[in-house]
């Protein structure tokens, strides 16, 4: 299992690589980016499909954004085309030409965008994020943290109940192992396929998905910590 995962991380990390590389070429993004994509909050809670089409427009290329986008992330509403800018830039701009939200590449078909005041947002081809994210359903609900031996250390809710713009609200059973009743996380989120707990003081553990199930805290350990859906 741990083979296949360093092969896996391997792998990522080589498309992160050339990832950037390839988004240095204005033409190729302007080929590339065509087609439908999802942009979102970092832990997928918000989502919007938009469809980026190589028709020119008059201020850049046009786009259509499925209806629930005004609903779902208000900024969308003054998104009205597309354009690269620079090297590696993706643009979704208003009908001025101004950005609303500028995206570059942080790995291979993932795209960052900051919006001052409100955080990041994540723009990906729309395929990939259905099928590798976990959908929050998934997440919702009754977990064990166990050892690796199995021995149950701790019992844990994940909620759908906002803390803040971003992140939920965790609770803690009672008995818990003293490290982590002492960690005591209070919020969450899915992130880029991890699952993130952060306790009031700022600390952050970070679990990934072996399997559909098993979820293992990284960085990886002997004696490994792992959350078991319930």
Request: charged letters at 25%.
């Amino acid at each position: 299992m741990r083979v296949l995962r360093a092969v896996a991380l391997l792998i990522a990390a080589c498309a992160a690589a050339i990832g950037p590389a390839r988004a240095q070429d204005a033409t190729t993004l302007k080929k590339e980016m065509p087609g439908q994509w999802e942009l979102s909050t970092t832990e997928r809670s918000k989502t919007c499909v938009i469809t980026m089409k190589s028709d020119a427009g008059a201020q850049g290329f046009k786009l259509e954004l499925e209806p629930a986008c005004k609903t779902a992330l208000p900024f969308t509403k003054d998104i009205v085309a597309w354009s690269v800018k620079g090297l590696d830039i993706v643009r979704l701009q208003d009908a001025t030409g101004e950005s609303v939200i500028d995206f570059t590449e942080v790995e291979a078909g993932i795209f960052e965008g900051l919006r001052q005041g409100e955080g990041v947002y994540i723009l990906q081809d729309l395929a990939a994020a259905r099928s590798m994210a976990k959908s929050m359903d998934q997440m919702i609900g009754d977990w064990a943290m166990v050892r690796s031996n199995g021995q149950p250390v701790c019992g844990l809710t994940l909620t759908n109940t906002e803390a803040d713009q971003d992140n939920f609200q965790v609770f803690l059973k009672p008995k818990c192992d003293a490290a982590i009743a002492q960690f005591n996380p209070t919020q969450w989120r899915l992130e880029r396929g991890q699952i993130i707990l952060m306790s009031k003081s700022g600390d952050v553990w970070q679990f990934e998905a072996d399997d559909n199930a098993q979820w293992r805290r990284v960085p990886d350990t002997a004696d490994p910590l792992i959350m078991l859906r319930q």
